[in-house]
């Protein structure tokens, strides 16, 4: 279990995270959803130990981020929004990098990485300089070097991003295994028909606020609107402006 409880970020005088909270159940995939600069992630970057919170409680499977964060990191697989990778180094060498820091067994960290590549279709791509590759094969390492460990939590920020459609449908059918093993994960993605398709719940930041959460269901019922997308745009304010820069931009034709 996740627990949240008035989380704050401040870098500065800009106030990232403002007093949010929730939980994320075992077994719950939970969706935090948000506009760029809203506070999302800086969430996850919390919960995954990566930055400490300025105030508040973080919990993850019972353990305090801010007190240990080492041990957060050891049961939680992290993606970022962007690929942080060393790209002087080729993916087999980088994921017998992670494997070490890990502390895999040789064997086993071998039969793991096949198992993703092959999935993944990398293996033509194993032996290239990581610096070399396109964005979503760099997405794909991203992936696979934040499973190798089989966590028990997963945070992912925007991991859809740069996928093929093969291999975002492998991921989105992966975490429906993990779902079912009752691991925690927090998903975070711009695709709302993809949030919409897989979230237990959603919770939608805004100026590092959570304004709404419920199953997507219950936002729809309570923003009057059929789908995620609309409800989305809604709370965040956005509906109105979309289709008065649409209709101004028709006009400029």
């Known amino acids: 279990m996740i627990e949240v409880e008035n989380l704050v970020k401040v870098f500065g005088s800009t106030r990232a995270v403002n007093g949010i909270s929730f939980t994320v159940h075992d077994g ?40 240990a964060p080492m041990k957060i990191k050891e049961i939680v697989g992290y993606v970022p929004e962007t690929p942080v990778l060393y790209e002087s180094l080729t993916p087999v060498e980088f994921f017998n990098l992670i494997g070490s820091i890990r502390g895999i067994p040789k064997d086993e960290l071998e039969d793991r ?49 740069g996928l093929d459609p093969k291999s975002a449908r492998i991921l989105r059918e992966l975490l429906l295994e993990f779902k079912a093993e009752g691991r925690n994960i927090v998903f975070s993605t711009h695709v709302l028909q993809l949030a919409e398709m897989i979230c237990d719940r959603v919770g939608v930041i805004y100026n590092g606020e959570i304004i709404a959460e419920g199953t997507v269901e219950e936002l729809k019922e309570f923003a009057h609107e059929e789908n995620l997308e609309d409800v989305f745009l809604k709370l965040t304010e956005s509906k109105d402006e979309i289709y008065s820069v649409v209709q101004a931009l028709k006009e400029s034709l």
């Open 28 to 67: 719950e995939i939970y969706g935090l959803l948000g506009p760029n600069g809203s506070g999302k992630s800086t969430t996850m970057k919390i919960l995954a130990g990566i930055i400490k919170p300025t105030s508040g409680k973080v919990l993850v499977n019972g353990l305090d981020v801010s007190k």
């Open 113 to 161: 990485v096949n198992r993703f590549v092959e999935a993944f279709e990398l293996k033509s791509y194993l032996h290239k300089y990581i610096g070399s590759l396109s964005f979503g094969t760099r997405q794909k390492i991203s992936l696979i070097s934040a499973l190798l460990h089989d966590p028990e939590v997963l945070i992912m920020d925007e991991s859809m991003n």
